[in-house]
């Protein structure tokens, strides 16, 4: 009888033992973000977040911290700070030091032995790995894409303005005369009287427009000529001066029994010439005005 028993608490022990082993050793990793072999992470404010089957907030920071390693490609450890999370219990928070290297791929080793909050352990080691983006790339894209929105921004406004001229702009009076009281009337949901008042307006503004555009022509016309003839008066003034005087009678110099000199003839023409290129010089600035 007493080996019985005996052997009955031995069996018990052992089977309480398998389950206490059991118990310390059900932890596990249950998500990782960024997900292994993610490609894209950024290079600043990186952090990583290692969700568990159970709470993990307790007093074994800096043990848990231990089972935490990452490294570059080279295999340099990088520094971080590891956080408990109140809002979400059951996840670790490693948080990387400073700003990692653009397109450069790190290896987080995640060891056994890491503890929740009930005393529950891992016991397997796990490995994750994730990439950071290329920033100069990034960079690149970004101006690109900023250049191409400023310059259709630009082209728009443009288009937009040219619009807008040319509905300001008055009509010719060729272009009024083709309105169409119907169509104008249907278009802008008036009557057709209403339509036909309208097109009259247009009609005189067209014509008065017109009428202002042909007096400036005159009017540049007539300070062409009067430049003109002011160039041509100094021209005579100067030759009486010298006592050359032009032949108001028909016929020519000669025929009146003179003759003319080749040094006045080539001077008359160099002056005659040099007026001529005043008067247009005169006449371009003031149509750029």
């Not at 043990?63 to 295999?75: L, P, Q």
């Not at 791929?105 to 890491?114: L, M």
């Not at 300001?168 to 009024?176: G, K, R």
Request: glycine share 6%.
């Amino acid at each position: 009888m007493k080996k019985r028993l005996i052997g009955f608490i031995c069996i018990l022990a052992l089977v309480l033992a398998s389950t206490c082993t059991a118990f310390a050793g059900g932890l596990e990793v249950t998500n990782i973000t960024p997900k292994d072999g993610y490609k894209g992470a950024q290079p600043a404010n990186m952090c990583i977040k290692i969700t568990f089957s159970e709470t993990m907030i307790g007093d074994n920071v800096d043990a848990n911290a231990s089972r935490f390693k990452i490294t570059n490609a080279e295999g340099t450890a990088q520094t971080f700070k590891m956080v408990y999370s109140e809002k979400h219990p059951d996840q670790l928070w490693l948080v990387l030091d400073g700003t990692l290297d653009a397109s450069v791929e790190y290896t987080v080793n995640i060891g056994a032995g890491i503890q929740s909050a009930s005393g529950s352990t891992t016991s397997e080691t796990q490995t994750t790995t994730f990439k950071t983006r290329n920033t100069k790339t990034d960079s690149l894209i970004s101006t690109v894409m900023m250049f191409a929105m400023f310059g259709g921004i630009i082209l728009f406004s443009s288009i937009s303005a040219k619009k807008k001229q040319m509905e300001e702009a008055p009509l010719t009076v060729a272009q009024a005369e083709k309105l169409n009281p119907y169509k104008l009337a249907k278009a802008k949901g008036i009557t057709l009287e209403q339509a036909e008042e309208v097109i009259k307006k247009e009609k005189e503004k067209a014509k008065k427009a017109e009428e202002k555009v042909a007096e400036l022509k005159r009017q540049k016309e007539e300070m062409a000529a009067a430049e003109l003839a002011a160039i041509e008066a100094e021209v005579d003034s100067e030759e009486r001066r010298n006592g050359w005087f032009r032949v108001k009678a028909k016929g020519s110099f000669v025929e009146h029994g003179h003759a003319v000199p080749r040094y006045v003839k080539k001077k008359n023409a160099a002056k005659r010439k040099a007026a001529e290129e005043r008067a247009k010089k005169y006449v371009k600035n003031k149509k750029k005005k």
